[in-house]
């Protein structure tokens, strides 16, 4: 009904003259009418509405919302910013239904779907963003962004393997390309698909074998997959290189503690206690480690302190399934044994 809807813009001009969105909306309108197909404008279009975020969200609640595409895909940005997830989803559909080609719209609109759990939403965007991504020239969009989308929205679908070739098979024609391992890394490890994570940090460590940070990934990966050996010795090249590196170290305290080598864990994780004193993931490795040594006082005490520092001020709190162990670890450590019959 664009007639209808030109007229309700024109009527709010004329109430309001400085009404942005009005104007926007109704110049729009105006090319709609005229048949002129919809386009998303670059980004320098929008400064001349405002110089800056607060000023647009200002104009939003006071004036009202934008209909024309290159507003209305800024208008998502702000939303996404705000946390206001499902109204920059709503911009971001209408932008791709009034815009069918504009890539980022689309990506970012499959990104929603996958967060949100509608990963079939999400699959149904992949062909076209696969097909046009070849003729984009938007500088903004990637083929790091289209493999991303694709990716996630075939993990999300429950499509692990088919997911898993694609990434490998970007690995095989780019296996020097630093920038995609570590987006293959960090998708795999989201969705715990630690060989092809493995693999990427492996290929990195080929160019770069004293690269602190890849080493640590790989000890992770390690312990991911039950190679605590290969863990160890990664993790200790790392620590030799960087003896302040307490992730390294708390990684590796992990290993040996799931390898059985509970003295080797224990000297890890105090020496990280005298770096930091008050993490409860120590307490519980150091809990563990004395439990295993039927060490009935150390284990009580460091359970102890475990919960004492379970919900800390500021941080992530300990698990509950974690905590729910400690707690039924404690109780059987504190209740004596009974008798022989």
């Given at each position: 009904k664009l007639p209808e809807a030109g007229?309700?813009?024109?009527?709010a001009l004329a109430l309001n003259s400085k009404n942005v969105p009005a104007r926007r909306n109704l110049d729009f309108n105006k090319d709609l009418?005229?048949?002129?197909?919809?386009?998303?404008?670059?980004?320098?279009?929008?400064?001349?509405?405002?110089?800056?975020?607060?000023?647009?969200r200002q104009n939003l609640r006071d004036c009202g919302p934008y209909d024309e595409p290159t507003h209305r895909f800024a208008q998502a940005v702000v939303f996404g910013q705000g946390g206001l997830d499902r109204q920059a989803a709503l911009e971001l559909e209408r932008v791709a239904a009034l815009v069918p080609d504009y890539l980022p719209a689309r990506i970012g609109l499959a990104q929603f779907y996958v967060r949100y759990h509608l990963p079939k939403k999400a699959l149904a965007l992949i062909p076209n963003i696969s097909e046009d991504?070849?003729?984009?020239?938007?500088?903004?969009?990637?083929?790091?962004?289209?493999l991303?989308?694709?990716?996630?929205?075939?993990?999300?679908?429950?499509?692990?393997?088919?997911?898993?070739?694609?990434?490998?098979?970007?690995?095989?024609?780019?296996?020097?390309d630093l920038i995609l391992l570590g987006l293959v890394f960090r998708i795999s490890t989201t969705f715990k698909s630690y060989t092809n994570a493995l693999h990427a940090i492996d290929l990195a460590l080929e160019m770069k074998p004293d690269d602190i940070a890849n080493l640590v990934n790989k000890g992770y990966l390690a312990i991911q997959i039950g190679d605590f050996g290969t863990a160890i010795s990664t993790l200790t090249t790392a620590i030799n290189s960087d003896t302040n590196n307490l992730t390294a170290k708390m990684n590796r305290a992990i290993a040996y503690l799931g390898s059985g080598q509970l003295d080797q864990a224990q000297s890890d994780y105090e020496d990280l206690q005298k770096s930091v004193p008050n993490s409860f993931q120590i307490y519980y490795g150091l809990g563990d480690?004395?439990?295993?040594?039927?060490?009935?006082?150390?284990?009580?005490?460091?359970?102890?302190?475990?919960?004492?520092?379970?919900?800390?001020?500021?941080?992530?709190?300990?698990?509950?399934?974690?905590?729910?162990?400690?707690?039924?670890?404690?109780?059987?450590?504190?209740?004596?044994?009974?008798?022989?019959?």
């Amino acid at each position: 009904k664009l007639p209808e809807a030109g007229q309700h813009f024109n009527l709010a001009l004329a109430l309001n003259s400085k009404n942005v969105p009005a104007r926007r909306n109704l110049d729009f309108n105006k090319d709609l009418q005229a048949g002129t197909p919809p386009s998303v404008q670059p980004p320098k279009s929008l400064e001349e509405d405002f110089p800056n975020m607060r000023t647009w969200r200002q104009n939003l609640r006071d004036c009202g919302p934008y209909d024309e595409p290159t507003h209305r895909f800024a208008q998502a940005v702000v939303f996404g910013q705000g946390g206001l997830d499902r109204q920059a989803a709503l911009e971001l559909e209408r932008v791709a239904a009034l815009v069918p080609d504009y890539l980022p719209a689309r990506i970012g609109l499959a990104q929603f779907y996958v967060r949100y759990h509608l990963p079939k939403k999400a699959l149904a965007l992949i062909p076209n963003i696969s097909e046009d991504a070849a003729d984009s020239i938007d500088p903004g969009i990637s083929k790091y962004d289209i493999l991303q989308a694709e990716a996630n929205a075939l993990f999300s679908a429950n499509k692990p393997a088919q997911a898993e070739k694609e990434l490998r098979d970007e690995m095989d024609k780019s296996p020097k390309d630093l920038i995609l391992l570590g987006l293959v890394f960090r998708i795999s490890t989201t969705f715990k698909s630690y060989t092809n994570a493995l693999h990427a940090i492996d290929l990195a460590l080929e160019m770069k074998p004293d690269d602190i940070a890849n080493l640590v990934n790989k000890g992770y990966l390690a312990i991911q997959i039950g190679d605590f050996g290969t863990a160890i010795s990664t993790l200790t090249t790392a620590i030799n290189s960087d003896t302040n590196n307490l992730t390294a170290k708390m990684n590796r305290a992990i290993a040996y503690l799931g390898s059985g080598q509970l003295d080797q864990a224990q000297s890890d994780y105090e020496d990280l206690q005298k770096s930091v004193p008050n993490s409860f993931q120590i307490y519980y490795g150091l809990g563990d480690v004395a439990w295993r040594k039927k060490d009935t006082n150390s284990a009580i005490n460091y359970y102890e302190l475990y919960l004492a520092n379970a919900h800390p001020n500021n941080g992530q709190p300990a698990p509950p399934e974690e905590e729910a162990t400690v707690a039924d670890r404690l109780q059987s450590l504190r209740t004596p044994a009974a008798p022989p019959p």
